[in-house]
């Protein structure tokens, strides 16, 4: 059962005064759909004016707290519904007619909103339990969890932790069948956007919960607020802050290049195959020039960025007693420097290995913790492992995980050492002492300790093989949250280049067989730069999966978001406490964290059986599934065109199953690249896979355009905000307040098209439609 400690919620509204207020976010708009008349009249857009009344409350996230260029995203704590609303509908159930949202900062003078433009919201997720349902924390076991597989397909934003999430769960298998739900999830027009875009139903159309009690958020927002050129609050103008360099937004732009979660040199990729680093034998694929082995071998051989751990020298040879291709080796006197050398002789003697004449290696690399291995064919085995001197820390070495059983040792927060195999997520077995410890020392707040082994050739002794053969060797490490070993608090993986320092006894780094466009698979990894100020940590596999026409556009296009190896930016470069910044740029106004609240305003009514009719939540992607990279477009770019006032759009389409009776579409995307996006219906025996299906041949049920700020058309200016937008969402229901009936998809194929401006290029664009519907 979950046990919120972080009682941020609002006074109760409507049911305390006797009478609603008004709309906390003004006026809004709405998208006409095909056939609809009056909307803008008939449609009770304020929802005191609702039929039948409605009485409001509010909710407050626990605090969200940031530097410049840092993401927050991850699963808040819950929080308790107001008291008032809890003893009102105890064994009841309240329908949710729409809610409204801001990002906040509690005042001594009330709620004073802030700006998106100073804290971007990038997406939220939030859900409410009531009666039969509680929340409960979570903690997965590996990638391949399928809990984590389950929840990851079911939410077109992912996870912001594959370690732990707050997971709905029913008091008992009973409560399913129970008329009235007892949990929601509570989403849509949920970016950018979400402040001034309309989260309603028609009349009639609402979420129902039974009993509720309590709601947890999951926002994922980004802070782009330049401390000395911006208000915090309303009014400001925005000012670009420091950008990393694969940032695409142009100078002097009303949109900070950190929205495009860019790549940065923070991040290394680790990609499965591509490249190999063989000790014994030959390459059976062979790197063919010296360009692509300088390249090859960093990105193999120094997972860190910009080769913080290590710096390449490079040397071309043409020699008969080395192997053809690719080689590497580690100079003996300092282990941070590797020699990258490109044989092009094609004729090399037989008996010319890879590694076949080495008996003494050297490396180093960092990661939580930082470590350096030396290996002597006389003197025996030297290793040095530094981390926080006031917990324990640890490294299993040939591990990428914990169910790899790894030798590991561990040094205690006293600076005692041990060794243990490791068991899958279990301390496992504590191992007699292999080494012994010349010396500990503390300077700084780190912890150093010197290892040493006599014998590097005994095959009785854990890491034997390791130690004769080197090579890029995996490991794991973490960090403790106290002195003596526990669970961990931080951990990662990294890789150890442990080479030859022997002339003549190089390793060889092998091509592997390239994995298809959109195949590859891999892992973006944070590299902490260990200055204070910088949180990030951690890595994330890559998830996009880009399925073939006419699915979606993307794969055909060969669009970067679809493959790791050529992945740019978006989403997946953004997780909690990353900063967007490049690792030698230092995250400025340190001293300055803005700390504010995402607060909620839910409109609610009585349910009455005989009118209200509950609505469910589906999402339907066209992109990877749901982001992309819009390309900087020009005549020779796929699905570009150029308008008549010269700017560049770039177009993408999918087709899909469609499921139950519309009541409501938010097609999320971003600024400032959104122009439109529309959803069709297609004609009556279309098939899956059928690629005939388009715009020409199909009924249009919504197309929705976003509406840009500073053009006039928003109502409240301190959300009036130049370069952000709101998205109208369709509904239907009643023509009575100016609506079509909903649509039945149920076997039926629909088609989406989404344009984009293409002037310019942007990573991490969205093309993600948010349905609500019946059964």
Same mark, same amino acid.
């Given at each position: 059962?979950?046990?919120? @400690?972080?009682?941020?919620?609002?006074?109760?509204?409507?049911?305390?005064?006797?009478?609603?207020?008004?709309?906390?976010?003004? *006026?809004?708009? %709405?998208?006409?759909?095909?056939?609809?008349?009056?909307?803008? !009249?008939?449609?009770?857009?304020?929802?005191?004016?609702?039929?039948?009344?409605?009485?409001?409350?509010?909710?407050?996230?626990?605090?969200?707290?940031?530097?410049?260029?840092?993401?927050?995203? #991850?699963? %808040?704590?819950?929080?308790?519904?107001?008291?008032?609303?809890?003893?009102?509908?105890?064994?009841?159930?309240?329908?949710?007619?729409?809610? *409204?949202?801001?990002? @906040?900062?509690?005042? =001594?003078?009330?709620?004073?909103?802030?700006?998106?433009?100073?804290?971007? $919201?990038?997406?939220?997720?939030?859900?409410?339990?009531?009666?039969?349902?509680?929340?409960?924390? &979570?903690?997965? =076991?590996?990638?391949?969890?399928?809990?984590?597989? *389950?929840?990851?397909?079911?939410?077109?934003?992912?996870?912001?932790?594959?370690?732990?999430?707050?997971?709905?769960?029913?008091?008992?298998?009973?409560?399913?069948?129970?008329?009235?739900?007892?949990?929601?999830?509570?989403?849509? /027009?949920?970016?950018?956007?979400?402040?001034?875009?309309?989260?309603?139903?028609?009349?009639?159309?609402?979420?129902?919960?039974?009993?509720?009690?309590?709601?947890?958020?999951?926002?994922?927002?980004?802070?782009?607020?330049?401390?000395?050129?911006? $208000?915090?609050?309303?009014?400001?103008?925005?000012?670009?802050?420091?950008?990393?360099?694969?940032?695409?937004?142009?100078?002097?732009? =009303?949109?900070?290049?950190?929205? *495009?979660?860019?790549?940065?040199?923070?991040?290394?990729?680790? &990609? !499965?195959?591509?490249?190999?680093?063989?000790?014994?034998?030959?390459?059976?694929?062979?790197?063919?020039?010296?360009?692509?082995?300088?390249?090859?071998?960093?990105?193999? &051989?120094?997972?860190?960025?910009?080769?913080?751990?290590?710096?390449?020298?490079?040397?071309?040879?043409?020699?008969?007693?080395?192997?053809?291709?690719?080689?590497a080796s580690t100079d003996p006197h300092n282990s941070s420097n590797i020699l990258l050398t490109f044989n092009r002789h094609s004729s090399s003697d037989a008996g010319s290995q890879c590694g076949?004449?080495?008996?003494?290696?050297?490396? @180093?690399?960092?990661?939580?913790?930082?470590?350096?291995?030396?290996? =002597?064919?006389?003197?025996?085995?030297?290793?040095?492992?530094?981390?926080?001197?006031?917990?324990?820390?640890?490294?299993?070495?040939?591990?990428?995980?914990?169910?790899?059983?790894?030798?590991?040792?561990?040094?205690?927060?006293?600076?005692?050492?041990?060794?243990?195999?490791?068991?899958?997520?279990?301390?496992?077995?504590?191992?007699?002492?292999?080494?012994?410890?010349?010396?500990?020392?503390?300077?700084?707040?780190?912890?150093?300790? @010197?290892?040493?082994?006599?014998?590097?050739?005994?095959?009785?002794?854990?890491?034997?093989?390791?130690?004769?053969?080197?090579? %890029?060797?995996?490991?794991?490490?973490?960090?403790?949250?106290?002195?003596?070993?526990?669970?961990?608090?931080?951990?990662?993986?990294?890789?150890?280049?442990?080479?030859? #320092?022997?002339?003549?006894?190089?390793?060889?780094?092998?091509?592997?067989?390239?994995?298809?466009?959109?195949?590859?698979?891999?892992?973006?990894?944070?590299?902490?730069?260990?200055?204070?100020?910088?949180?990030?940590?951690?890595?994330?596999?890559?998830?996009?999966?880009?399925?073939?026409?006419?699915?979606?556009?993307?794969?055909?296009?060969?669009?970067?978001?679809?493959?790791?190896?050529?992945?740019?930016?978006?989403?997946?470069?953004?997780?909690?406490?990353?900063?967007?910044?490049?690792?030698?740029?230092?995250?400025?106004?340190?001293?300055?964290?803005? #700390?504010?609240?995402?607060?909620?305003?839910?409109?609610?009514?009585?349910?009455?059986?005989?009118?209200?009719? $509950?609505?469910?939540?589906?999402?339907?992607?066209? /992109?990877?599934?749901?982001?992309?990279?819009?390309?900087?477009?020009?005549?020779?770019?796929?699905?570009?065109?150029? /308008?008549?006032?010269?700017?560049?759009?770039?177009?993408?389409?999918?087709?899909?199953?469609?499921?139950?009776?519309? #009541?409501?579409?938010?097609?999320?995307?971003?600024?400032?690249?959104?122009?439109?996006? /529309?959803?069709?219906?297609?004609?009556?025996?279309?098939?899956?896979?059928?690629?005939?299906?388009?715009?020409?041949?199909?009924?249009?049920?919504?197309? !929705?355009?976003?509406?840009?700020?500073?053009?006039?058309?928003?109502?409240?200016?301190?959300?009036?905000?130049?370069?952000?937008?709101?998205?109208?969402?369709?509904?239907?229901?009643?023509?009575?307040?100016?609506?079509?009936?909903?649509?039945?998809?149920? $076997?039926?194929?629909?088609?989406?098209?989404?344009?984009?401006?293409?002037?310019?290029?942007?990573?991490? !664009?969205?093309?993600?439609?948010?349905?609500?519907?019946?059964?």
């Amino acid at each position: 059962m979950s046990t919120p @400690v972080c009682l941020v919620v609002g006074l109760l509204a409507g049911f305390a005064s006797g009478g609603a207020p008004d709309n906390m976010n003004g *006026e809004y708009i %709405l998208s006409k759909t095909p056939g609809s008349s009056g909307t803008d !009249e008939k449609f009770p857009k304020r929802f005191r004016d609702y039929p039948g009344g409605a009485e409001a409350f509010d909710v407050y996230s626990p605090p969200i707290t940031t530097l410049y260029s840092q993401v927050f995203w #991850t699963a %808040l704590d819950p929080v308790v519904l107001p008291d008032d609303v809890i003893k009102r509908y105890a064994n009841q159930t309240i329908a949710v007619i729409g809610f *409204e949202m801001d990002q @906040v900062r509690k005042t =001594d003078a009330g709620d004073v909103s802030v700006p998106i433009s100073v804290a971007y $919201n990038h997406h939220f997720e939030s859900q409410m339990v009531g009666e039969g349902y509680h929340f409960e924390k &979570i903690y997965f =076991d590996g990638e391949d969890d399928p809990r984590l597989r *389950e929840l990851e397909s079911s939410m077109g934003h992912h996870l912001p932790s594959h370690e732990w999430h707050w997971a709905v769960k029913p008091d008992d298998e009973s409560v399913a069948s129970s008329s009235a739900p007892g949990a929601q999830a509570f989403g849509g /027009a949920n970016g950018g956007e979400y402040r001034k875009s309309y989260h309603g139903y028609a009349p009639g159309y609402v979420q129902l919960i039974r009993s509720p009690r309590e709601m947890q958020i999951t926002p994922m927002q980004i802070d782009t607020w330049h401390r000395d050129k911006m $208000n915090i609050s309303y009014p400001t103008s925005f000012v670009a802050g420091p950008l990393p360099r694969n940032s695409l937004a142009p100078e002097g732009a =009303d949109y900070s290049g950190l929205l *495009e979660c860019p790549v940065t040199t923070r991040l290394r990729k680790e &990609i !499965e195959g591509g490249y190999s680093v063989l000790m014994r034998g030959t390459c059976q694929n062979l790197i063919h020039t010296a360009q692509e082995c300088f390249a090859a071998g960093p990105q193999q &051989i120094d997972l860190s960025s910009e080769g913080a751990n290590h710096t390449f020298k490079t040397q071309q040879i043409d020699s008969p007693s080395l192997p053809q291709g690719c080689l590497a080796s580690t100079d003996p006197h300092n282990s941070s420097n590797i020699l990258l050398t490109f044989n092009r002789h094609s004729s090399s003697d037989a008996g010319s290995q890879c590694g076949s004449k080495s008996a003494n290696f050297r490396g @180093v690399s960092s990661d939580l913790v930082s470590m350096s291995v030396g290996v =002597d064919a006389k003197n025996g085995v030297d290793i040095t492992i530094t981390g926080p001197a006031d917990v324990w820390f640890g490294v299993g070495f040939n591990a990428t995980m914990m169910k790899d059983l790894p030798w590991t040792i561990i040094v205690d927060g006293y600076g005692n050492v041990t060794e243990r195999h490791l068991a899958d997520h279990h301390p496992g077995t504590l191992l007699k002492p292999s080494f012994h410890t010349k010396s500990v020392s503390v300077q700084g707040g780190l912890r150093t300790v @010197v290892l040493s082994r006599p014998n590097a050739s005994d095959p009785s002794q854990p890491g034997y093989a390791l130690f004769q053969q080197g090579g %890029l060797i995996p490991y794991i490490n973490a960090i403790g949250g106290s002195k003596v070993f526990a669970y961990h608090t931080a951990h990662g993986s990294n890789m150890l280049p442990l080479f030859p #320092t022997d002339d003549g006894s190089e390793a060889c780094i092998c091509a592997e067989k390239p994995a298809p466009f959109g195949s590859a698979k891999g892992q973006l990894v944070y590299q902490n730069t260990k200055r204070p100020q910088d949180k990030g940590q951690g890595s994330v596999g890559f998830p996009n999966k880009c399925q073939p026409k006419p699915r979606s556009d993307l794969l055909s296009m060969r669009n970067p978001t679809c493959d790791i190896r050529y992945y740019q930016g978006g989403q997946t470069s953004c997780h909690h406490m990353w900063s967007l910044l490049d690792a030698d740029q230092e995250i400025p106004w340190a001293d300055q964290p803005i #700390t504010y609240h995402i607060k909620f305003r839910f409109w609610v009514q009585p349910y009455k059986e005989n009118y209200h009719t $509950n609505v469910l939540r589906t999402t339907w992607g066209i /992109a990877s599934p749901v982001e992309y990279d819009v390309p900087k477009c020009s005549e020779s770019v796929d699905g570009c065109a150029q /308008a008549k006032d010269g700017t560049w759009v770039h177009t993408i389409t999918g087709t899909f199953a469609g499921q139950g009776s519309l #009541t409501a579409a938010h097609f999320h995307c971003h600024a400032p690249t959104c122009l439109s996006m /529309a959803l069709y219906l297609c004609p009556e025996g279309t098939k899956e896979g059928d690629d005939s299906c388009n715009q020409t041949n199909a009924q249009l049920l919504c197309d !929705e355009r976003p509406v840009y700020g500073g053009t006039g058309q928003i109502d409240l200016p301190k959300m009036d905000e130049p370069g952000f937008i709101l998205q109208p969402p369709c509904l239907w229901g009643d023509e009575e307040f100016g609506l079509t009936a909903p649509p039945n998809t149920t $076997n039926r194929i629909l088609h989406a098209v989404k344009t984009a401006n293409a002037t310019i290029g942007h990573h991490g !664009e969205m093309a993600w439609m948010q349905m609500y519907y019946h059964v």
